[in-house]
Structures are given as structure tokens and as C-alpha cells.
């Protein structure tokens, strides 16, 4: 009798822990291009079961430009996304209702590859540009040519499907293309196989603007404040391990997207490490945005189109939702990534990166 009683008790105690549980919430998560090696951590937090131990069933899509991954999220086709800064600035001051809620990667690993070197802003105008027309990068670089005092409309751009990038070069009918050092670089060099890979980049030409923020639709982080922090506490734990454990996200990355060659997964996670793990994020935490910085990053963007719409730092990103939020009285490095000494990764090599001049402004 005892014995059957304490049975029923074991089984009324687990229907009601069953019941007790919420179910699944399915939310849509777009990358800001073809997954690559940046794109690591999302696979890493769904493998690891960090999104569903904060209640996600995950899907994770590719996508062609950060203007896609925004006009996605305002037309209720995802929840989440990374976009590059400038284009949710430039969005946003065109009255898009989205709004950043994290940084993803601190500095930007945008740029231009060429196989003939093209070492400063002025030797590019008028060379032929391949890049799609939600590329990034045709916001970016009429705000670097704006701070050359540059005319942004010597800029020759051939619009182009990302996936015929590297033809249009090799076959010379592009001078240059639209690429990240963290993904188009590694790539391109292994295609090639022994001629050098010039590499100009944004940010040393004075691009000093947040590489990737996370991004979502306003309306969806004021209403589900919950959710967002839950969804960005998962990404930053995903980020930190992937960080700690490079081999295995690149195995994971390519579990779930077989097509992908893990070789070069680990090169592209390799770099972004690199731009993730900056001393501005040892300074002031994995995933925090300074006043002063969005500030800058407004500023840029509004003076390199022209645009009179007033924008405050709070209109671009909602503080709060990253774990950890360096507020008045908390320390420093309590929000630091595990520092990963990027001097004993290995260096993809041929890989010539132009260096115009020191970033401005940290």
C-alpha cells in the first residue's frame, strides 16, 4: 500500500512538473549573409541547447545584405537578426522600426578585395565596385569618403548576386568586391591557391562604427522585454564558448550546414574572434554599446547622407538586454569575454591587408 501510494505520489509530482513546463516559443533568426564562420556562435548556442534552455525553438536562415535581415524583421518574416550599424542607423533614420538590443561584433571586418592592391580610399574612385544592392558596404563607403572629403559619387558600383562576387573578379569584369577579412578573404585565398589577396579594409580606413549589432523589430522589444534578454543572455553564453572552443565551432557550424568546409569555417571564426574580442569590449563588456560611440557611429552616418532627422543613441539601441550590463558600481571586467591570445591561432597566410591609417576614435 505505502509502496503504491509513493508511486502515485512520484507520478502526480512529474505530471505536474510536465505540465508546468512552457512550451517551445519558435522564433526565426536571420544572419546578415551565407552562413559563415562568423555565424558560428547561433549554431553553437542550437547544438549546445542554449536557445532552448531559454525557451527558443531556433531556426536559423541566411540571407543576401543587412538591408535584407531589416526589411525582414519589419515585415514579420523573422524575429531576430545581426545587421551591420551603419545600414540600422541609416534605417532607422528613415523611420524603419527596428532597433538594436546588442553588439554582436565590436569592429567592423568589412571591406574591399581586389587582386591588384588599392591602398587608400582615393586610388578606388572610379574603379567598378561589385556588390549587391543591400550590401552594406554601399553605406559605408560613402561615410568613409565623406570623412576623406571624397565625392561619394565617383564610386562605380556594379550590382551583383553575392554568389557571382568571385567570378566577376577573376574574370576581370570587377576591380574590386565587397568582402569581410572573417569570411570572403580566407575563401578567395584557398581559390586562388598561391597569388596574393589584397584586402583594403573599412575600418583602417577610418571606419570607426560597431561592426554588427543584434537587431529586432521596437515594437517587439518593448512588448517582450523577457524574451529579448533571454534571447541575448543565450547568444553571449554561445559567443563565449565559441570563443573558448574555435575547433568545435566550426565542427558545429558544419554538422548543421554540411556543404561548408570546416578547414575554412575555423579561418573565418579565426578573424572574428579578432574583431570581437577588441580592447573596447575588455574595456566596457562583451555586447555593450557607449553613449559616446553610438553617438559617433549617428553622426557618421547622418553627415555621409545628408540626412536632418535628429537621433538620439536610445533611438538606434535599447540598453539593458545584454547579461551583465555594465552599470554605475559594477566591475569593469565582470562582463569580459575569455581573452583568447589570437598570436598562437594560425594565420591564413597570402592574405595582404592594406593599412591606410589607425582607426579613429576607440
Given at each position: 500500500m505505502k509502496k503504491t501510494l509513493a508511486l502515485l505520489v512520484v507520478l502526480a509530482a512529474s505530471t505536474l512538473s510536465f505540465s508546468a513546463q512552457?512550451?517551445?516559443?519558435?522564433?526565426?533568426?536571420?544572419?546578415?549573409?551565407?552562413?559563415?564562420?562568423?555565424?558560428a556562435p547561433f549554431?553553437?548556442?542550437?547544438?549546445?541547447?542554449?536557445?532552448?534552455?531559454?525557451?527558443?525553438?531556433?531556426?536559423?536562415?541566411?540571407?543576401?545584405?543587412?538591408?535584407?535581415?531589416?526589411?525582414?524583421?519589419?515585415?514579420?518574416?523573422?524575429?531576430?537578426?545581426?545587421?551591420?550599424?551603419?545600414?540600422v542607423v541609416q534605417a532607422i533614420a528613415k523611420g524603419a522600426k527596428v532597433k538594436a538590443f546588442g553588439v554582436f561584433m565590436d569592429r567592423s571586418t568589412s571591406g574591399l578585395v581586389s587582386l591588384t592592391p588599392y591602398p587608400t580610399p582615393q586610388s578606388i574612385a572610379g574603379k567598378t565596385i561589385a556588390a549587391s544592392v543591400t550590401d552594406s558596404a554601399r553605406i559605408i563607403l560613402p561615410i568613409i569618403f565623406n570623412l576623406e572629403g571624397l565625392d561619394a559619387t565617383t564610386l562605380n558600383w556594379q550590382a551583383a548576386d553575392p554568389s557571382i562576387y568571385f567570378p566577376l573578379l577573376l574574370q576581370g569584369r570587377a576591380e574590386l568586391v565587397t568582402a569581410s577579412i572573417d569570411s570572403d578573404v580566407p575563401t578567395l585565398r584557398h581559390r586562388v591557391r598561391g597569388k596574393p589577396v589584397h584586402f583594403a579594409?573599412?575600418?583602417?580606413?577610418?571606419?570607426?562604427?560597431?561592426?554588427?549589432?543584434?537587431?529586432?523589430?521596437?515594437?517587439?522589444?518593448?512588448?517582450?522585454?523577457?524574451?529579448?534578454?533571454?534571447?541575448?543572455?543565450?547568444?553571449?553564453?554561445?559567443?563565449?564558448?565559441?570563443?573558448?572552443?574555435?575547433?568545435?565551432?566550426?565542427?558545429?557550424?558544419?554538422?548543421?550546414?554540411?556543404?561548408l568546409d570546416e578547414n575554412l569555417m575555423l579561418a573565418h571564426w579565426q578573424q572574428s574572434v579578432i574583431a570581437i574580442d577588441t580592447d573596447y569590449v575588455r574595456e566596457n563588456g562583451y555586447g555593450q554599446a557607449t553613449t559616446e560611440r553610438l553617438r559617433r557611429s549617428i553622426k557618421l552616418v547622418k553627415e555621409a547622407f545628408g540626412l536632418e532627422v535628429d537621433l538620439a543613441p536610445e533611438d538606434v539601441y535599447a540598453e539593458g538586454f545584454m547579461p551583465n550590463n555594465n552599470r554605475a558600481g559594477s566591475s569593469r571586467d565582470r562582463n569580459r569575454l575569455d581573452v583568447v591570445d589570437v598570436d598562437v591561432l594560425p594565420r591564413v597566410p597570402e592574405i595582404v591587408v592594406v593599412?591606410?591609417?589607425e582607426p579613429t576614435l576607440r
Open positions: 512552457k512550451p517551445l516559443k519558435k522564433i526565426d533568426f536571420l544572419t546578415n549573409y551565407v552562413f559563415l564562420g562568423r555565424h549554431f553553437v548556442g542550437l547544438e549546445k541547447g542554449y536557445y532552448r534552455d531559454a525557451g527558443f525553438d531556433i531556426t536559423i536562415s541566411p540571407s543576401s545584405g543587412s538591408g535584407f535581415v531589416i526589411a525582414a524583421l519589419e515585415g514579420g518574416q523573422a524575429d531576430y537578426g545581426i545587421a551591420e550599424a551603419a545600414p579594409s573599412f575600418a583602417e580606413w577610418g571606419y570607426d562604427v560597431f561592426g554588427y549589432f543584434l537587431v529586432a523589430r521596437s515594437d517587439h522589444i518593448t512588448s517582450n522585454p523577457n524574451e529579448v534578454r533571454a534571447f541575448a543572455a543565450a547568444t553571449a553564453k554561445a559567443v563565449h564558448y565559441a570563443i573558448a572552443h574555435p575547433e568545435e565551432a566550426a565542427q558545429i557550424i558544419v554538422k548543421h550546414n554540411p556543404t593599412l591606410h591609417r
